[in-house]
Each structure stands twice: as structure tokens, then as C-alpha cells.
């Protein structure tokens, strides 16, 4: 069984972060090694007065614990960070990874042209230099634009948008960089990825579905690390990823005791397991 470890805060309430990650990779049939980063009363993303404890102090000590235990690692996947030092202690351990172990950076930090509660453009400059460490990045187009100083757009953009940002990425020295959240068309949604090594572009869509929920992203990344680690192609990957996305809007929309702050992924876990 491939073993990932995710690195990301907890969220007690509001289902992001390990909260997803962890159930969704578990299902998946991958071993889910986890790291909290920090952990929150609720995630950033509208609630009010929530608490943060920041769990740096116990980074490097748990790191240390796990060499001396010899325990090693498929994929190292990172999510939302809560600090610059967070920043650089992630950058340290994917330096020193075996060289076996891949590298997945999701730079959880703003959507919707704007960054998320607590950070800086300049925060958004350091996630980069982690990037550049990573096999396979995973920003949308918001972290992206942030990331390398591009100008967000919204809508209404075109090809020649999104494979420049891509292939910025790629000229820092990230092999496979992906970009969520992309619409060529009013009507449809999805991600587009750079594979740097056979200089091709890749792109799938489903259809838009008019609503915002928190959380999406973390259950993207999740689901496309889990898949890789299943012996998928990354584009199959990707695609799963997107689908599962689409299953679990797809089912909150109509539940009238729907929540804003997450998606009803719990529901969708037989779809997501179906399909492997
Ligand atoms: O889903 C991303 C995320 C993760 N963790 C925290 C957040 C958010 C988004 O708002 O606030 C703490």
C-alpha cells in the first residue's frame, strides 16, 4: 500500500484541510500519514473570531522522530500553510526526501482574486519558492497570479492565458505544474495541465455548476494525489479529481439543509471508490 504524508492545518469545524484529506485518501485505499500544521476552531473562509494554534514548534521534532524511525514516504503533499517559517520548514523536508518520493504542493491560500484571511502578497511570493521544490503543483488561477505577479482575470480569457502561466511555472523548474479552476467557456470548468518533460499541454472540462462552496480544492488535490498514488496516470488523475468535485456539488446543491462552508463529500465516497 503507498503511504502519503499530508501536511496541512486542521480545521476542527468546516471540513477543508486534513479533514477531507484524510478520509478521502483513507478511502482510496492509500495510507493517509498526517502532519497538523496548526489547528483552527473553523477554517478562514467566513467565520469570524476562530482560533489558531500554531503547531511550528512541533514540525522538526515529529520530522526527526519519523528519520530516526526510518519512515519513509510515497508522495509528500502540502496543503494550506499558516506561516513563512511553515513555508520553509516544508521546503527543507521535500530537499531532503528520498528521491522516490514525490512532491505535491497545493499553495492552499486565496481563491476568487483575493487571498485568503491573514495573507500577504509577499506570503504568496515565498509559497513559490516552495513550488519550485515540488514534482507537481496544483494553485488555482487566483494562487497563480499571486505566485508570479500576472494579472487575474476573472473570465473571459483565453488559451494563450492559462499555457503562459503554466509554462512560467515550468521555466522555474516545476515539471508538472496544473492550473484549477479554468474557463475557455461561460459553461464549463476544469484544469489544464503542463507536462514539461513532452511539452504538452492538457485540458478537461465538465460542465460550470453555478455555486462556491469551501473545501473543493482540498478535496481536488486529494483525490488526484490519491489516484497517482494508485498507479494512475496523472491526466486520469486529474480527471477523477475534477469528476468528484463536480459528485459532490452535484449532490449538496439540492439538500435544502445544505451548509455554505463545505460540500457533502461524505455521500459521494462510493462514487470516488467505484471508480478506481
Ligand atoms: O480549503 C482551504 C483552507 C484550508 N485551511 C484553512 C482555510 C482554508 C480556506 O479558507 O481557511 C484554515
Given at each position: 500500500m503507498k503511504r502519503v504524508v499530508t501536511i496541512q492545518d486542521i480545521s476542527c469545524f468546516g471540513k477543508c484541510s486534513l479533514t477531507v484529506a484524510l478520509p478521502v485518501i483513507s478511502a482510496m485505499g492509500v495510507e493517509a500519514t498526517i502532519l497538523p500544521t496548526a489547528v483552527l476552531s473553523t477554517h478562514t473562509g467566513g467565520f469570524k473570531n476562530f482560533t489558531f494554534r500554531d503547531l511550528s514548534e512541533d514540525i522538526t521534532k515529529i520530522f526527526d522522530h519519523w528519520k530516526s524511525e526510518n519512515i519513509e514516504f510515497d508522495a509528500i503533499y502540502t496543503g494550506y500553510l499558516g506561516s513563512f517559517e511553515q513555508i520553509d520548514l516544508m521546503k527543507d523536508f521535500i530537499c531532503k526526501k528520498p528521491k522516490k518520493t514525490l512532491a505535491f504542493v497545493d499553495p492552499a491560500m486565496a481563491d476568487n482574486g483575493k487571498l485568503y484571511t491573514g495573507f500577504t502578497p509577499e506570503f504568496a511570493h515565498h509559497m513559490l519558492t516552495l513550488c519550485k521544490k515540488a514534482d507537481i503543483i496544483v494553485p488555482n488561477i487566483t494562487e497563480a497570479s499571486f505566485m508570479l505577479d500576472v494579472p487575474y482575470i476573472e473570465e473571459g480569457y483565453d488559451k494563450a492565458y492559462v499555457e503562459d502561466i503554466l509554462k512560467k511555472f515550468a521555466d522555474l523548474g516545476i515539471k508538472t505544474p496544473v492550473l484549477t479552476g479554468v474557463s475557455l467557456e461561460p459553461d464549463k470548468l476544469g484544469v489544464a495541465m503542463y507536462d514539461s518533460e513532452k511539452d504538452e499541454f492538457f485540458y478537461y472540462f465538465n460542465e460550470k455548476i453555478d455555486a462556491k462552496f469551501h473545501g473543493t480544492g482540498d478535496i481536488f488535490s486529494s483525490v488526484a494525489i490519491g489516484g497517482i498514488m494508485r498507479g494512475m496516470d496523472i491526466k486520469e488523475a486529474l480527471k477523477l479529481a475534477a469528476d468528484y468535485v463536480v459528485e459532490c456539488i452535484k449532490v449538496t446543491m439540492?439538500?435544502?439543509?445544505?451548509?455554505?462552508?463545505?460540500?457533502?463529500f461524505e455521500k459521494t465516497i462510493p462514487y470516488l471508490v467505484n471508480r478506481l
Open positions: 439540492p439538500d435544502k439543509d445544505r451548509h455554505w462552508y463545505g460540500v457533502e
